[in-house]
């Protein structure tokens, strides 16, 4: 984008004067210049660590993932435009997906801000997938506030100035005159005029460059104050569209009979003819996942899966279990090196699969055509699914178009384009619309799981002093092909770790050793990569804190000191030990609990922002035991408190809502939640088997701190909650147990559910609701 410099000549651009656009078009459209020329040390100029650097422990204290990320957006954030309507509404295409995190709130919050205009004026939706966007279209690793926030502030502070020069000739008034509130500019006489009627006025018949100031946090009236979210009417009204709920003429139910075990593939068809000639059936197509039927309605579309007779070619993880890939991820374990003679405490803790599915169905709508296709899906990396899509069909990726549409929830699925590939396969081969869904057993038995790792830690110390801390994390390997990688490689050069590979720099760029425990490292070693993994939310970080902070628990009752006050002596800094002091006060740590019952506390950091859980859990036999129908209890975390400080808190009341979803995460992921693998196929097939956190052990007391603003700039706080409740949690139940627990979920080892049988591949629709109800 080239155009003229309007602003003043020689004038710095400082901390928080940056450059923007004025875009050619009939309407006001605003977009931002995103390479600042700050001073040494301002905001926007990425610090590189020195080559100096030999710690890994330190690394994320001088750059981490985020920063990556972030850098890696900013040659294209000049491309992301906000526009006035002449209607008076500001509409803004978000280059990232809503699936549930808040993010179209938070954005429309920051353009409200520089705009000053009501916030249900502003209009956000999502973008297609734009491949002129590089690295500046992916949802992932609680980066969209981040690197979002000073290019909508920016696209909308150039907009708000280009509405003042209109105004100020419409008027006849000098700008220093006016003032922009509600929507409505104003000169010192009283005459006003909207910014409705000023879009056509306001606008450029060339694009020009221009500089704007951004409105000083001291005068925010919207940022850093507690809003709804935009689409919550919506949501719970039912009128919020999601993919399954889109009306693409021709697009019929679709779904996919699979195979047994992990990633086999179809052999033979016994009865496809019998099977197209089903009521409601149009199509049975053998592709390469499995055997596609499309019929009318979904309910014919399980009738024709579950009669379909197909022999299947073994799968990739053929005879594999929970103890064969324990067993290998034991024998891939890096060594923790020699004993020190001082003394030391060790562990070693094993993290069971995980499911990856979110309450959505994995889903997707493609109408391919000879020359050219159509794609909708909640998608967190669009442009990756639209080169790939355009490869599979032989199509030029300018002919593939992809909508990202609002998804019902995530936690990393999507990432990854299944669905939408498997849709754009089926479509091609029937030349017909399809909106494909997979079933819950398909994304439990053949979608991605969170890879089973274990952890290996030893501590040595000596009097008072921690003297060296070590971790050794093995890991089945978490598939990260959905585009970051493309992101790593812009930069990979620069980092000291730059010749490993993209788990490597990924595991160091998010894991920070946020103790003073003298010389450490964390290393990470990946083995087999036979299943379908992804990286579920908050990726190595719940594994990597939960034995990390069981293990300072240990150190502390060795070295004869409280768990939270040895923490908050070895925290490094005071952020830190904040958090971690406001959840003990809240919730009154070291009070006096029953037998089997006891406090845990936890501490996480990770992109910018720190945290901290108190939780309190109930381990008593009555509790344990409690009868649940074709379920397992187990204990029961009967309070948490969470704080978390996230540098500027952009909408404290969706970050609070994140991070009670983030405690859902982490104490399903202590207690309840796993994928058990037989025989090369996991048992779970739904989720009425799949055990996440359940209304029966949520918490009765839940409180949410959000810390004062400690920062002008937001931290990363997506998958915040996750890592420090799962590990208070496992905390909690080694202190009311008085064994620390080494294996996750603590209820693994039983299996409380008859398992469905794999072939067919889907179980009949429940009918006996009513004679469980209650």
């Not at 710690?55 to 990556?68: G, S």
């Not at 169905?361 to 159509?374: L, W």
């Not at 990569?529 to 502390?556: H, Q, W």
């Not at 890592?723 to 496992?730: K, R, Y």
């Amino acid at each position: 984008m080239t155009g003229q410099h309007d602003g003043v000549p020689g004038e710095p651009i400082g901390r928080r004067r940056f450059l923007g656009y004025v875009v050619a078009a009939p309407t006001l459209v605003a977009a931002a210049e995103l390479t600042p020329p700050s001073p040494p040390g301002e905001a926007g100029e990425a610090a590189l660590p020195s080559p100096e650097l030999t710690e890994l422990t330190e690394l994320t204290e001088l750059i981490d993932l985020n920063d990556v990320m972030t850098a890696a957006a900013l040659p294209t954030s000049g491309l992301i435009s906000v526009e006035i309507g002449r209607d008076g509404t500001v509409s803004f295409a978000l280059p990232r997906a809503e699936v549930g995190q808040g993010i179209t709130t938070s954005s429309a919050m920051l353009i409200a801000e520089e705009l000053a205009v009501p916030l249900d004026r502003v209009r956000v939706t999502l973008a297609d997938a734009r491949p002129e966007l590089l690295f500046n279209q992916l949802t992932g690793a609680s980066n969209t506030t981040i690197s979002t926030y000073v290019p909508i502030r920016v696209a909308a502070a150039v907009a708000r100035l280009r509405l003042l020069e209109a105004a100020a000739a419409e008027l006849g008034a000098p700008i220093g005159d006016l003032s922009l509130d509600a929507g409505v500019i104003s000169d010192r006489s009283g005459r006003s005029v909207g910014i409705g009627a000023l879009a056509e006025r306001a606008a450029s018949s060339r694009t020009r460059q221009v500089a704007v100031t951004l409105a000083p946090r001291a005068g925010f009236t919207v940022i850093g104050r507690p809003h709804n979210r935009v689409d919550a009417l919506a949501a719970v009204t039912g009128r919020k569209r999601f993919t399954m709920d889109l009306d693409v003429p021709g697009a019929l139910p679709t779904m996919v009979c699979r195979p047994p075990a992990i990633n086999g593939k179809v052999g033979s068809v016994a009865n496809l003819a019998e099977v197209r000639a089903m009521p409601g059936v149009t199509d049975a197509v053998v592709i390469s996942t499995g055997v596609a039927v499309r019929a009318e309605t979904f309910g014919q579309c399980i009738d024709a899966v579950r009669a379909l007779k197909v022999t299947w070619k073994p799968g990739t993880a053929a005879g594999k279990s929970d103890e064969s890939v324990l067993r290998a991820l034991q024998a891939a374990e890096l060594p923790l090196g020699l004993r020190p003679p001082t003394p030391v405490v060790e562990g070693a803790f094993t993290f069971y699969f995980r499911g990856n599915s979110a309450l959505e169905p994995n889903c997707a709508i493609a109408d391919v055509r000879a020359d050219r296709a159509e794609i909708w899906s909640a998608l967190k990396s669009p442009i990756v699914a639209q080169q790939s899509i355009a490869a599979k069909l032989g199509l030029p990726v300018g002919e593939v178009t992809v909508h990202v549409t609002e998804g019902g929830g995530s936690f990393g699925r999507k990432l990854f384009f299944d669905a939408a590939l498997e849709a754009a396969e089926v479509s091609k081969k029937l030349g017909k619309p399809v909106k494909l869904m997979w079933h819950r057993a398909d994304d439990a038995r053949q979608g991605r799981a969170h890879p089973m790792a274990t952890s290996r830690v030893r501590v040595s110390y000596l009097g008072g002093t921690v003297l060296s801390y070590r971790q050794r994390h093995t890991s089945v390997s978490t598939d990260l092909g959905h585009g970051l990688g493309e992101i790593f490689t812009a930069l990979a050069a620069r980092l000291p770790v730059g010749d490993i590979g993209f788990s490597q720099t990924f595991f160091h760029l998010s894991q920070t050793m946020s103790y003073d425990f003298g010389a450490g490292s964390q290393l990470l070693a990946e083995t087999d990569k036979s299943f379908n993994t992804g990286s579920m939310r908050n990726v190595y970080s719940p594994d990597v804190t939960c034995a990390r902070e069981l293990i300072v628990d240990r150190l502390a009752a060795r070295m004869g000191k409280d768990p939270y006050r040895f923490r908050h002596d070895f925290l490094r800094d005071d952020r830190s030990r904040a958090v971690l002091a406001e959840v003990a006060e809240a919730g009154a740590w070291g009070r006096a609990m029953a037998p089997g019952t006891a406090q845990g506390i936890a501490f996480h950091a990770e992109y910018k922002s720190v945290s901290a859980a108190l939780v309190e859990i109930d381990c008593r036999p009555e509790t344990v035991n409690r009868p649940i129908r074709d379920g397992v209890t187990g204990p029961r975390v009967t309070k948490v408190v969470f704080a978390v400080d996230v540098g500027l808190p952009v909408n404290p009341r969706g970050l609070e809502a994140q991070m009670m979803g983030g405690v859902s995460d982490g104490i399903a992921l202590a207690l309840t939640s796993s994928l058990h693998l037989r025989d090369g196929y996991f048992l779970e097939a739904s989720w009425d088997d799949y055990f996440y956190t359940r209304q029966w052990n949520t918490p009765l007391d839940l409180r949410i701190i959000v810390m004062p603003a400690t920062s002008d700039e937001p931290g990363g706080a997506g998958e915040l909650g996750v890592a420090a409740s799962m590990a208070a949690v496992a905390c909690a139940y080694g202190r009311a147990t008085g064994t620390m627990p080494t294996s996750f979920p603590i209820n693994h080892g039983t299996l409380s559910f008859t398992p469905k049988p794999t072939v067919p591949p889907v179980p009949p629709s429940p009918t006996d609701g009513l004679d469980h109800a209650r």
